[in-house]
């Protein structure tokens, strides 16, 4: 699977837009960029996933360059709750990889009044 | 979102005892899920991946006669922990994904604690 490189931290005010980036720079033709979160002390929470074009739904938006070579979760008004750890991920859909997700460290967000 | 559910939550045992954890998809049928490990502060660690009526395919490093790992329905997979010890103390996650699904749904963890 392609690695993935994600900014440790970053802060964002309650209400405002949380823009967190992605570089993937290896990623192959049929493998997805996913995004998950987890807040302390609890499961993973799935977020969104793309593969080429632009996704949302009523968690977020994903921006996908066009070489795909990275990407950019947008979370539109952050809440105190979404403070969490966002990893974004790069699954290979096909394989002996098939369906294996490797956590790496991830961004922390923290979300101030 | 699909919803999967662990038991217990959390778990306090001696050292030398087994330990089982359950891991159900409540709205799906799951042919393969996965068991991850996460120690404080650390990411999560894929352990071993199961599908459905077969034996679990187990990541390097992982022990398959300490970590039994069971999948016997498409609703239930268990992880047993056996002859515990203090180092296997951690946040054990489960995951799940169904036959026409692709994405990954967690269950909420179970936090071992081995005296």
């Known amino acids: 699977d392609a690695k993935t490189t994600q900014p440790p931290s970053m802060d964002c005010a309650e209400g405002r837009a949380a823009n967190l980036p992605c570089n993937h720079s290896?990623?192959?033709?049929?493998?997805?960029v996913y995004w998950y979160r987890q807040i302390h002390s609890q499961g993973p929470q799935y977020i969104i996933h793309?593969?080429?074009n632009n996704e949302t739904n009523e968690m977020a938006s994903l921006i996908i360059t066009e070489d795909r070579k990275s990407s950019t979760l947008i979370l539109p008004h952050a809440t105190l709750r979404d403070t969490a750890v966002y990893y974004c991920?790069?699954?290979?859909?096909?394989?002996?990889?098939?369906?294996?997700?490797?956590f790496g460290q991830g961004t922390i967000l923290t979300v101030h009044p | 979102g699909a919803v999967v559910s662990q038991h217990p939550s959390r778990v306090i045992c001696k050292s030398g005892t087994s330990v089982k954890i359950e891991c159900r998809s409540l709205?799906?049928?799951?042919?393969?899920m996965f068991w991850y490990r996460q120690f404080p502060k650390q990411s999560l660690m894929l352990m071993a991946t199961?599908?459905?009526?077969?034996?679990?395919?187990?990541e390097q490093g992982v022990e398959k006669d300490k970590f039994l790992i069971n999948h016997a329905s498409l609703t239930l997979s268990t992880l047993t922990v056996t002859s515990a010890h203090p180092e296997d103390s951690s946040f054990y996650i489960c995951?799940?994904?169904?036959?026409?699904?692709?994405?990954?749904?967690f269950g909420p963890g179970t936090r071992l604690l081995v005296l």
């Open positions: 995951s799940a994904t169904g036959t026409v699904q692709e994405t990954q749904y």
């Open positions: 290896t990623i192959s033709g049929n493998e997805y």
């Open positions: 793309g593969l080429k």
């Open positions: 991920i790069v699954l290979n859909a096909g394989g002996t990889s098939y369906g294996k997700l490797t």
């Open positions: 709205d799906f049928q799951a042919t393969t």
């Open positions: 199961s599908n459905e009526g077969s034996k679990a395919t187990y």
